[in-house]
């Protein structure tokens, strides 16, 4: 509401830098943030089930394991950014009970 003041008595004159755009984006809707995790995380599960039975394909079986896995894992990982948000999640996961166990998945 302030910002609308300033511009409209013409005291907002500054070009506003891409930080503070995306800063003042409305954020999602709960029930859009649940359709974005349910979206996101049911991918991961089929990308990680997809892995394990691709294992046993012959002569890529690894490759494609590794990849489908790691994808499967990043979509799950991601699907709880629609819950919490990114600065929120990051704070989470690098808190000092944390730490540990973020630094085992990210490696």
Do not use: H
Not at 19 to 36: F, H
Not at 43 to 57: E, H, P, V
Request: aromatic share 10%; hydrophobic share 45%; proline share 5%.
């Amino acid at each position: 509401m302030d910002k609308l003041k300033r511009v409209l008595s013409g005291q907002d004159t500054e070009e506003p830098s891409g930080l503070s755009e995306v800063i003042e984006v409305p954020s999602l809707s709960w029930g859009t943030r649940v359709k974005g995790f349910v979206a996101c995380f049911a991918m991961g599960c089929l990308f990680s089930i997809l892995g394990s039975c691709l294992l046993w394909a012959p002569r890529k079986g690894l490759t494609l394991f590794a990849v489908f896995y790691t994808l499967g894992n990043i979509a799950s990982i991601g699907s709880t950014l629609f819950l919490m948000g990114p600065m929120k999640q990051l704070k989470r996961m690098f808190e000092p009970t944390r730490l540990i166990a973020t630094t085992v998945m990210l490696v």
